[in-house]
Nanobody
Framework: VQLQASGGGLVQAGDSLRLSCEVS????????VGWFRQAPGKEREFVAC???????YYSDSVKGRFTISSDNAKNTVYLQMNSLKPEDTAVYYC???????????????????WGKGTQVTVSS
């Protein structure tokens, strides 16, 4: 399984960006895809995820501003980020795994497959 994240860039506060995560390879039909981010000097944190059931979760810090969606025909998950803030500056990673029961889709340690990150920088 390979994941390719793209769409990052340098924007001003209040602007929008859309990140894409293309997933290739053999993955379970019962999948989940998550977005995480890591700012310099901080731990990787959960941003959003989408499960094969179409259930969606957001962190409190992005709820109402970010939207996760998927296009199964393109094997791509998107993260639409609106009203960006300087504190959203981070490297954003997408991750994928089988959506196993008893695991938490908001925990980075519960994802086996990761893509290289894409940098998002929001200037004030």
């Amino acid at each position: 399984v390979q994941l390719q994240a793209s769409g990052g860039g340098l924007v001003q506060a209040g602007d929008s960006l859309r990140l894409s995560c293309e997933v290739s390879g053999r993955i379970s039909s019962y999948y989940r895809v998550g977005w995480f981010r890591q700012a310099p000097g901080k731990e990787r944190e959960f941003v959003a995820c989408i499960r094969w059931t179409r259930a969606i979760y957001y962190s409190d810090s992005v709820k109402g501003r970010f939207t996760i969606s998927s296009d199964n025909a393109k094997n791509t998950v998107y993260l639409q980020m609106n009203s960006l803030k300087p504190e959203d500056t981070a490297v954003y990673y997408c991750a994928c795994d089988q959506d196993r029961s008893g695991t938490d889709p908001r925990m980075a340690s519960h994802y086996a497959f990761w893509g290289k990150g894409t940098q998002v920088t929001v200037s004030s």
